[in-house]
Nanobody
């Protein structure tokens, strides 16, 4: 039900903007987030935005480089990624919480819906 776009091959230091939106009907969403998964590694939290209070949070490694923003009316979210590094290479997944889950925002258990992911590759 979520569709990501914007992933591509980019050189280190470059920028990308990822987009995510529901594919069909509009979900009643409490928060949306980006996670990423590199080959051989677990899926990890990147950034979150919570609609009721505009709360945002980031993985330490991306603070100051990535910015999450969104449109609550459309339940769409963007991830602006600047000064990309080779270690940012991963499949990036969009996630949505539609049940006000008790799982922490940095945990995959805090989300109900996931996209299929978009590949981001940063060359050195």
């Amino acid at each position: 039900q979520l569709v990501e776009s914007g992933g591509k091959l980019v050189q280190a230091g470059g920028s990308l903007r990822l987009s995510c939106a529901p594919s069909s009907y509009t979900l009643n969403v409490y928060k949306m987030a980006w996670f990423r998964q590199a080959p051989g590694k677990e899926r990890e939290f990147v950034a979150v935005i919570r609609w009721n209070d505009d709360f945002t949070a980031y993985k330490d490694a991306v603070k100051g480089r990535f910015t999450i923003s969104g449109d609550q009316a459309k339940n769409s979210v963007l991830l602006q990624m600047n000064n990309l590094r080779p270690e940012d290479t991963a499949v990036y997944y969009c996630a949505a919480d539609v049940q006000l889950k008790t799982g922490a925002y940095w945990s995959i258990n805090g989300y109900d819906y996931w996209g299929l992911g978009t590949q981001v590759t940063v060359s050195s």
